[in-house]
């Protein structure tokens, strides 16, 4: 890949949500405001080869942008208001105000994450728009068919219309009502790129997770005693810990037993447990853990362990019979029998882990599980073609990779 080619891909991630919100500020118009954008990133690609990547890329595609917008506008509708209000873009004027949080990525975040949108909805649109995420990566985070988050992106957008919901920059007064969904946005992009779904992607994106974690930190700032923006962060560092040591030289993913534990992070692991010790004297004076707080907590249990014989496995089954009780979903249920599995042995874990079959059947990783559990049952065939639909569902190619080989070992 060319320098150039390099700098547009890069740029593009850096600068796609900012060239949108910026249009989007002008015009009130979402897909007015997508398709200038990426207009003017399809005329970067034309152009940067010959002329050079400008000094400031982000200003430059932002006004190429705008005027992509002019021209539709005009396009579209002849009438004098209509290129009296196209104009105004070309009127710097003073700088809107930018609201309590100084980050331009997280106040845009925080911005789509509008509460007069159903919760569905404005997580698909604000990963599509701010996270970076395409909608194939969206409808694998869901387990959903890429035309349902097509559906709900379009309706919010729909909605924003419909119901005229100003793209106005949140309040501090906003930010404990929008959290909750900037969280699970953020959530989502990490785990994009702790374990990337696309067949045509790094095994593992750091960008994301690196992304993920600043903006979670910066939240910690502004809402320093929300719980689970805490744990949130406790549960990102705990995992981006382990990451040097979960991919192989030769590109394979590295399962958790296997892994090399001196390679980990101490110091993000350090860190990740104290913020964990703080959620757990909070629990202990009456202060109920949430989802995030549960998932580090569970984290902190295997990152404790120097030795993966060490870990104390009744601690984490008792950990995800809480988180059940809190999020009562079919990925919480199969984590939990995968540790059943450790504790009780894989014929108590079978009978968990066959019953999800219906709901689950189209994700790689329940396929994978149930494979592990069948061949420490020693039943290799029914394991060999658990793999194998786990392998043709897997996108990730390290994690691909994995399962070939224990596929492979099979007697």
């Not at 019953?355 to 069948?374: F, K, P, Q």
Request: with cysteine; glycine share 6%; proline share 4%.
């Amino acid at each position: 890949m060319s320098d150039v080619a390099v700098a547009i891909t890069r740029v593009h991630h850096e600068e796609w949500a900012r060239v949108v919100a910026a249009v989007t500020r002008r015009f009130g118009d979402l897909d007015i405001a997508e398709e200038a954008a990426a207009e003017a990133f399809a005329t970067a690609v034309e152009r940067w080869p010959a002329d050079g990547v400008p000094p400031n890329p982000g200003a430059w595609l932002t006004t190429t942008a705008k005027r992509k917008a002019i021209d539709r506008i005009r396009r579209e509708n002849k009438r004098d208001d209509k290129h009296e209000e196209a104009r105004v873009v070309y009127d710097d004027g003073s700088p809107e105000p930018l609201g309590a949080i100084d980050d331009d990525r997280l106040r845009l975040i925080f911005t789509c994450c509008h509460p007069a949108l159903a919760m569905e909805a404005r997580l698909a649109l604000t990963l599509r728009m701010v996270g970076g995420l395409t909608v194939p990566e969206i409808a694998r985070a869901f387990l959903v068919a890429e035309s349902a988050i097509g559906q709900r992106i379009t309706r919010a957008k729909a909605k924003i219309k419909a119901a005229g919901v100003p793209y106005r920059v949140p309040s501090a007064e906003d930010l404990p009502v929008r959290v909750s969904g900037v969280l699970t946005v953020l959530f989502l992009v990490f785990n994009e790129g702790y374990l990337a779904t696309g067949p045509d992607t790094d095994p593992v994106r750091q960008d994301l997770t690196t992304e993920a974690i600043r903006l979670t930190r910066l939240i910690r700032v502004l809402l320093p005693d929300d719980g689970e923006v805490a744990g949130l962060l406790a549960l990102m560092l705990l995992i981006e810990a382990r990451c040097t040591a979960r991919v192989a030289a030769g590109g394979e993913l590295v399962a958790l037993h296997e892994q090399d534990r001196g390679a980990w992070d101490t110091a993000l692991i350090a860190e990740g447990h104290r913020l964990v010790r703080e959620r757990l004297a909070a629990a202990a004076a009456g202060v109920a853990p949430g989802r995030y707080q549960i998932l580090a907590a569970i984290n902190a249990v295997h990152t404790s362990a120097r030795d993966v014989r060490d870990t104390d496995w009744s601690q984490v089954v008792a950990l995800y019979d809480q988180l059940i009780h809190l999020d009562p979903s079919p990925i919480v249920a199969l984590n939990r029998a995968i540790a059943v599995a450790e504790l009780d042995g894989p014929e108590v874990a079978f009978a968990a882990v066959d019953r999800l079959a219906t709901e689950l059947a189209g994700y790689h990783a329940y396929h994978a599980s149930r494979a592990d559990v069948l061949r420490r049952l020693g039943r290799s065939q029914e394991a060999r073609a658990a793999y194998d639909i786990a392998i043709d569902l897997a996108g990730n190619t390290a994690e691909t990779a994995y399962l070939t080989r224990r596929r492979d070992q099979l007697r």
